[in-house]
């Protein structure tokens, strides 16, 4: 079945610069790639995603990369604020199937 | 649109009784619902896959007959833990997609499930 891995566990990064959270997957037969954003004792928000037929997918300060060869795909945020101190979670999905889920990142922006 | 309520929000139990959660899509129809657990710190994990009028799909390592999973209609699943334990205390997510939003779930509000 499929695997993610995500890294790093926790990242923290001056107000104002960028945040980069990588993740790997093992099912080459994923297609769908969600990102989401928990706040404690929250649903998770899906803050973007992108599909396998897209390379780069932006949306103001957040961007995600995918690359299907070596099974990677990145977020990345740029011009980080307070508000966006959270978990980040990656996952990976297969057409109508299951979600699954990286291990998360704990993102501290320091003022 | 594509909104998800649990109910209860928190639950408090004690150890050896059942408690029932549900979701519920409220303004469109779930083809496929899905249960989580998160426990602190960690990620969510899969406990099983269940689409309407059919038996769940559960997760390896997942008790079935400990997880009970109903669902009836297209709108509404329901989580029984079953003579629950400490062990049990989580967080409790599920999600919804219908055959109209391509792989993206939607995600209810969370069941805080505490077994003393």
């Known amino acids: 079945g499929e695997n993610v891995e995500q890294h790093p566990s926790t990242l923290s990064v001056q107000e104002g610069d960028s945040a980069v959270i990588k993740c790997t997957y093992s099912?080459?037969?994923?297609?769908?790639f969600p990102w989401y954003k928990q706040e404690l004792g929250k649903r998770p928000q899906l803050i973007i995603d992108?599909?396998?037929?897209?390379g780069e997918k932006k949306d103001q300060r957040i961007a995600v990369t995918l690359n299907k060869t070596a099974k990677h795909f990145s977020l990345h945020i740029t011009e980080t604020q307070p508000e966006d101190s959270a978990v980040y979670f990656c996952?990976?999905?297969?057409?109508?199937?299951?979600?699954?889920f990286g291990k998360g990142t704990r993102l501290h922006i320091l003022p | 649109g594509a909104v998800v309520s649990q109910h209860p929000s928190w639950v408090i139990c004690k150890s050896g009784t059942s408690v029932k959660i549900e979701c519920r899509s409220l303004?469109?129809?779930?083809?496929?619902m899905f249960w989580y657990r998160q426990f602190p710190k960690q990620s969510l994990m899969l406990m099983a896959t269940?689409?309407?009028?059919?038996?769940?799909?559960?997760e390896q390592g997942v008790e079935k007959d400990k997880f009970l999973i109903n669902h009836a209609s297209l709108t509404l699943s329901t989580l029984t833990v079953t003579s629950a334990h400490p062990e049990d205390s989580s967080f409790y997510i599920c999600?919804?997609?219908?055959?109209?939003?391509?792989?993206?779930?939607?995600f209810g509000p969370g069941t805080r499930l505490t077994v003393l």
């Open positions: 303004d469109f129809q779930a083809t496929t």
């Open positions: 992108i599909r396998s037929n897209v």
């Open positions: 099912d080459s037969a994923s297609n769908y």
């Open positions: 999600s919804a997609s219908g055959s109209w939003s391509y792989n993206e779930q939607f």
């Open positions: 996952a990976a999905s297969r057409w109508e199937d299951k979600i699954i």
């Open positions: 269940s689409n309407e009028g059919s038996k769940a799909t559960y």
